[in-house]
């Protein structure tokens, strides 16, 4: 990877390390979770010293997660609010997934999908940490009936929330030249101009 | 027992008044269940509490508590007015057709005879008319005003069931529902066992209690039946054997009554107590007693017992006074004691107005504890918060605290309820130095003879020559005691119809009491017990338990006393002419030959039908006794209020304040004053036992601790409701004596009841706690209860007095 | 056939079938509430056989000690008194696991092995293996599994399985002083308890009957009831209790679905890129921005 | 130890491929599960009688070691003995209990004296407690033994001091006590059976 001096900024160190936290503990929060839903990833347990110790980390993690996504909800709250173009965008997302983006209405900083990809992670995190607190026994004891449905709410929420995360992943995969803005902070002029053009714009001044 | 645990299941009727077998004997309540399983049997409660006994009965009815002669004597009212007795077993088997002293009446709650200065009776008009020979005269017709049946009629007649119900709170429907039941088994194959514990002996008037039951079951002819008798449920492991041993101060043991003053000498003490027979042809068997009493000063005197010495009589202490567990604390408090040892028994608990037992204590020189625990008494000079109070520096007292074993670090006979003795082997050593009752008791001894010996010192006779044929002298073993208890041979025991015959060799092991002899050829420590360790070895370690009849009487069982015999009075489950009452649950009958079948015949094997031996062979009459002279209060059980009674009066003789309690029980100087007043104590108080503890001994085991951790009194919702109480609030309960503080449970199961014009509330005081153990910490229960006791045993009256009860 | 068995029917948080070839009678317990007095025995013989000792508690105005079930207290007696026309009844039952065929505490249990369902019918929790997440009390429709404050794992009744797999009946079974609780195999059991109610029926308790409820598949731990159209007399015995049915989805249909899902995403994904290629920034907006640049 | 580059890559490589191995569902634990094992399998069964109650239930103590020299004997288990008649294997909540009666740590070890005025216990041996107590027994009977009575008849009563005994003792026990209290004299003894 060749850095250029013009490539543009699109995230500070701060949003790129508080991203991270939020990453890795949702990837080890999917994974002790993911554990405890289905025999099938049970093994995955070992990777926190066994079942009781992915027992006990889970909800920390997921406190870490929720106050983490906390700071970046706040941070880019202002930047996903929808608008019109979003909308439009979001009409005509399935050209955008055939790959024909040329014709796609100029997107800022975020585009429709990402901003949709935003308030949907923000309401699932809303609702695991509710839940997720109704099924903390080790600190909390709520009604069985409550537990059941925070049982219920968690487990498919948290479904949902992997596989929109693994949209997310994908779509960075996807598009070339996304990863690096979570590891450098910067994309090329190129990148911006082709995918967020209004940002592009906005940022450069051109 | 008269008859056993096992043998509960063959009734048809299983009545529990009086106690709560299922929460204090639940594993011989198992019997009952079995009888209502496989019997279809009725199971009927009457107690002051709904318990748990009754939360599985068919029909329950509630009482006052202290009134149960009221409700028994409407009882008997009810089965001779409706007639429902069993007409021939009373006639033959009874003496219902005795005819009674002229001189006898009973009149304004007094039988003739009465001193009210001794608070006791001259028993002299309590007695049969006799004929030249001194046989008591008879009425077989059961006519004669002045027959037992007649005078028992005329009594129990007061007892109108408006009467019981107006004593007793009983509703007059549950009355009668309840009568009604125990009707029908007057019929002669139905039968009905009563189960009965301290709930009737705990009263003033304990030994009436049970005798009034006794007197129905005679009437209904359920004595000696299997599934019949009168079953006292007794209380710990092996009361029974201990009261067997006699360890009692007017007994020696087999219940050979002990000499007092006026024996001056043993020709006197054997004469007095040798019953002359009082009808023709009946066995008399308490005529034997100078064979028992020879051959128990032999196994405790050996050599030095001859017949010139009068068996050693002058070595025997003499009674001059009442010695009973209330008269030696009475004494103590009078400072007229110096030492005091505790073996297994913890008074300070157990005794009631705690108070007095600590006071008397304090005035001790020396107190010896001789238990496996560390008892509330060990401790009573300690101060435990609010639970004992006591300041060491001002008691003088010297305490000491001896290790003793529990069951499983011995091994030993136990006696049950039912009367079978029964052996136990050691499983382990116990905790640190701890010994066995048999070693600790040997050491003392052997140190006091040792200094006997030694010093001298005042009659060192009976000390030094007191038998102690142990191998080792410091560890006598139980297999020595129980043989020396069982009996042998010193000289050649010879057949007293075949005199060629001998029965036993010296050294020999004896076969049964009928082999002992008044001549100083047999040694026996304990004649009811005679024949328990033969020749043949320890029949009490016997553990066959088959059971060819399916009555469970398992007589190769360990070995019941008297020889072996299961169901006492057994020839009374047969009619005059030897067939059973009911030949489905025959227990023994006649043969043509002999008696026999599926217990030991309690009755001479040969003696035929018309020989007219009749059944009840321990009377001198050889019949059993509606009228009954040898008891204090009276020859019929009559109802008397408890000593602290919620009511002014005696409603069955409301003129007369002098017959409200029981005029022949003992009361001291001091405890009458604090007799508390209905005015100052409206709330009829009862104590009691729970199913999940053992009296003061579980509160030390963790387990029982956590099934029933904390100490609480148990009100009804009503009174609840009066004095503002709510379920889970700590009460204090008062009497005179003293106070509690406790949890309270408010329940559905004590209600209150209608006595004599008045509402009349229970407060229930179960007794588990004190200040050691593991439970937590309560008060002892016995702060509360009256220092009086039955009059004929002594017993305290636990079981019903007066407190007052305010939120704490 | 014998009651004892180590063979197992079911095993929590496990895909593969136990062996299932040999042929194990089914193990229950009765509990005749009409001959039990209350007493305890069982709750006893329950902490001295399993080496539990619960802590001394208080008493709060009840018999029912300790109050509830927990880690160290596998069984209760609970206590109602229950007046009705003038009669009072009290009813006293022993509450704790009543071993479901079809366990609601196995279905949500995680932890592969925690709880094991034994070919004789009893449910049994193997702490060892426990993560200690409480699933299993959410599964219950009983409100049986207790977690210990201590080990973070969860107890309940073992029908004192050591006992079963020796040949032995539970200690509680074998103290019952008045034979309140008996133990053998179902078929028994349910004789037996017929022979009950006909006594039950014939002193005039006519709705007495069989508490072996089929919405969890019937149990292991039966009672016979004086009044059994009404067993929520019985301290809150449930009447028709089953698996809740959001458990049922949480542990059911939901896991399979999710899976699916799951893997529909991740495939999806992989033949989009497949099918589709990458989305990469076009040569012509860099030849531009490189000939900016150059200028 | 040194890891080559190649050797890491083969550890990385066999750790990844067995853990994705376990991801597919693999699981490492087969479906097999143990009871606890039965705790009674190799202990001594004494057969004895429970203490409290007179119903005298039939128990079965269970104790550790065979009774070997060297193995002390400790009780771990008491539970119904099933031929007992009565009991027939049963138990009340108390004998269910009896363990922790047996366990209890209000269990006396060793003798202990409390001197008069004292607020403690001190511990003694056998021999003085027995000395100590036997002094003061001898000392009481000389002096207050009544050898007649006014009437100058022979009575040889010794009343003050008296016994209190258990009920719980064995039958051997209870004859011995009462058989020892008549030698010394004793009238003031009781038991609990009378309350």
Known sequence: ?206 | ?808 | MALQSLDIARRSATTTPPPAVRETTEVAKLIDVSTCIGCKACQAACMEWNDIRDEVGTNSGVYDNPADLTAKSWTVMRYAEVEEKGRLEWLIRKDGCMHCADPGCLKACPAPGAIIQYANGIVDFHQENCIGCGYCITGCPFNIPRISKEDSKAYKCSLCSDRVAVGQAPACAKVCPTGAIQFGSKEQMKDYADKRIGDLKSRGYDKAGLYDPQGVGGTHVMYVLHHADRPELYKGLPNDPGISPLVSLWKGFAKPLANVALAAVALGSLFHYVTKGPNEVSKELEDELEKEDAQ | MQVTRRQFFKVCGAGLSGSSIALMGFSPAPALAEVRSFKLARATETRNMCPYCSVSCGVLIYTTGDKSKNAKADIIHIEGDPDNPVNRGTLCPKGAGLLDMVKSPNRLKWPEVREPGSSEWKRISWDDAISRIATHMKKDRDANLVEKNAEGVTVNRWNTTGFLASSAAGNEAGYLTVKILRGLGAVALDTQARI
């Not at chain 2, 009734?11 to 019997?31: I, Q, R, S, T, Y």
């Not at chain 2, 006639?91 to 219902?96: D, E, I, Q, V």
């Not at chain 2, 009446?105 to 003739?112: L, P, R």
């Not at chain 2, 514990?197 to 009437?219: C, D, E, K, P, Y």
């Open chain 1, 1 to 206: 990877m060749i850095r250029n001096p013009k490539d543009l900024k699109r995230y500070t160190a701060q949003e790129r390390a508080n991203h991270w936290v939020v990453g890795i503990s949702f990837i080890l929060l999917a994974i002790s979770g993911l554990a405890f839903f289905h025999p099938a990833f049970w093994p995955m347990t070992q990777l926190f010293g066994g079942g009781v110790w992915a027992r006990i980390l889970h909800p920390f993690l997921g406190v870490l997660m929720a106050l983490s996504f906390l700071s970046i909800f706040f941070r880019f709250r202002s930047l996903n609010v929808m608008t019109p173009t979003d909308r439009e965008w979001l009409s005509r997302a399935k050209e955008m997934v055939d790959g024909n983006d040329h014709d796609m209405p100029e997107q800022g900083k975020y585009n429709g999908g990402q901003k949709m990809m935003f308030w949907a992670l923000a309401l699932c995190m809303l609702l695991l940490m509710v839940s997720g607190v109704l099924l903390w026994r080790a600190y909390f004891g709520f009604p069985v009936e409550l537990v059941r449905f925070g049982a219920v709410i968690h487990a498919a929420t948290a479904a949902v929330m992997i596989a929109l995360i693994m949209v997310h992943i994908y779509a960075a995969i996807w598009v070339k030249g996304t990863v690096r803005a979570m590891w450098y902070g910067t994309v090329t002029r190129a990148w911006a101009k082709q995918h967020h053009r209004a940002w592009y714009r906005q940022v450069t001044g051109k």
């Open chain 2, 1 to 808: 027992m008269t008859n056993h645990w096992v043998d509960i299941k063959n009734a048809d009727l299983v009545l529990v008044m009086g106690g709560n077998a299922a929460e204090a004997h639940p594993c011989g309540f198992k019997w009952v269940i079995e009888a209502k399983k496989d019997r279809k049997a009725k199971l009927v409660v009457v107690d002051p509490r709904f318990t748990r006994s009754a939360a599985v009965s068919d029909y329950y009815a509630p009482i006052r508590s202290g009134s149960d002669i009221a409700f028994l004597g409407g009882v008997i009212n009810y089965l001779l007015t409706n007639d429902k007795i069993h007409h021939d077993y009373v006639k033959a088997y009874t003496n219902a057709s005795f005819l009674i002293d002229e001189g006898y009446k009973f009149e304004d709650g007094f039988f003739s005879g009465y001193n009210p200065e001794k608070r006791s009776y001259a028993k002299d008009t309590w007695k049969y008319q006799t004929d030249k020979d001194g046989y008591a005269k008879v009425d077989p017709t059961l006519q004669d005003p002045r027959c037992a049946f007649q005078l028992m009629k005329q009594h129990y007649s007061r007892y109108t069931p408006e009467l019981v119900s107006k004593v007793t709170g009983t509703p007059k429907d549950a009355f009668l529902k309840v009568c009604e039941h125990i009707a029908e088994t007057a019929a002669p194959n139905k039968t009905m066992t009563i189960c009965y514990a301290l709930g009737w002996t705990q009263h003033s008037v304990g030994s009436q209690n049970i005798r009034t039951m006794a007197m129905i079951q005679l009437l209904l002819g359920n004595m000696g039946m299997a599934g019949g008798g009168i079953n006292a449920l007794r209380g710990h492991a092996n009361v029974q054997g201990i009261t067997d041993m006699c360890l009692y101060s007017e007994v020696l043991p087999g219940y050979l009554a002990a000499p007092t003053d006026a024996d001056k000498n043993w020709a006197e003490f054997v004469d007095k107590r040798t019953p002359k027979t009082l009808r023709p042809n009946q066995m008399n068997y308490g005529q034997n007693f100078s064979k028992w009493a020879t051959s128990l000063m032999k196994a405790w005197y050996g050599a030095a017992a001859t017949d010139k010495n009068d068996y050693a009589y002058d070595w025997l202490p003499k009674k001059d006074a009442a010695y009973d567990v209330l008269a030696i604390f009475e004494r103590m408090h009078q400072g007229k004691m110096n030492g005091f040892l505790c073996q297994g028994f913890n008074p300070l608990a157990s005794v009631s107005n705690k108070k007095k037992v600590g006071d008397a204590m304090a005035k001790l020189k020396y107190l010896v504890v001789i238990d496996p625990l560390a008892t509330d008494t060990s401790e009573f000079w300690k101060p435990h918060g609010e639970f004992n109070e006591a300041d060491p520096a001002k008691i003088q007292t010297e305490v000491f605290r001896l290790p003793a074993n529990l069951f499983a670090e011995e091994s030993g006979s136990f006696t049950n309820s039912g009367r079978v003795i029964q052996w136990h082997w050691k499983a382990a050593d116990g905790p640190g130095e701890s010994k066995g009752d048999i070693e600790i008791m040997a050491g003392l001894f052997l140190k006091l003879k040792e200094m006997y010996a030694k010093d001298g010192g005042k009659l060192p006779e009976p000390i030094l020559n007191l038998t102690w044929p142990h191998r080792i002298a410091a560890k006598p073993s139980p297999e020595e005691l129980l043989m020396e208890i069982s009996g042998k041979a010193l000289g050649e025991v010879l057949d007293p119809k075949d005199k060629t015959k001998v029965l036993a060799k010296p050294g020999e092991q004896l076969a049964g009491f009928a082999q002992l002899r008044d001549d100083g050829s047999t040694a026996c420590g304990n004649w009811i017990y005679g024949g328990c360790w033969s020749q043949a070895g320890n029949l009490t370690a016997r553990r066959d338990n088959s059971d060819p009849s399916g009555l469970g009487q398992t007589l190769n069982w360990g070995y019941a006393w008297p020889a072996n015999r299961r169901i006492l009075y057994n020839r009374a489950s047969c009619d005059v002419s030897g067939k059973p009452w009911d030949p489905k649950r025959a227990v023994i009958k006649w043969s043509g030959t002999a008696w026999g079948g599926n217990d030991v015949p309690d009755m001479r094997p040969d003696a035929a039908p018309d020989e007219n031996v009749m059944p009840f062979i321990m009377t001198a009459e050889g019949v059993a006794r509606l009228f009954a002279p040898a008891l204090a209060e009276g020859p019929f059980p009559e109802h008397y209020e408890p000593f602290e009674t919620p009511l002014d009066r005696n409603p069955f003789h409301p003129n007369n304040p002098k017959a409200v309690s029981n005029p022949a029980a003992r009361v001291y100087k001091g405890d009458m004053e604090v007799f508390g007043k209905a005015k100052d104590f409206p709330y009829v108080a009862t104590t009691y036992r729970l199913v999940e503890h053992f009296h003061f001994w579980t509160k030390h085991a963790r387990i029982n601790a956590v099934l029933q951790p904390e100490q609480f009194v148990e009100i009804g919702e009503e009174l609840a409701k009066e004095k503002g109480i709510a379920n889970g609030d700590k009460v204090k309960v008062r009497s005179n004596r003293g106070f509690i503080k406790a949890v309270a449970v408010v329940t559905k199961r004590i209600k209150a009841l209608d006595v004599d014009g008045k509402k009349v509330h229970t407060v229930g005081i179960p007794l588990h706690w004190g200040f050691k153990g593991v439970a937590k910490p309560g008060y002892i229960t016995n702060t509360l209860t009256p220092f009086v006791g039955d009059a004929n045993s002594q017993t305290p009256e636990f079981k019903a007095f007066l407190v007052n009860i305010e939120k704490a």
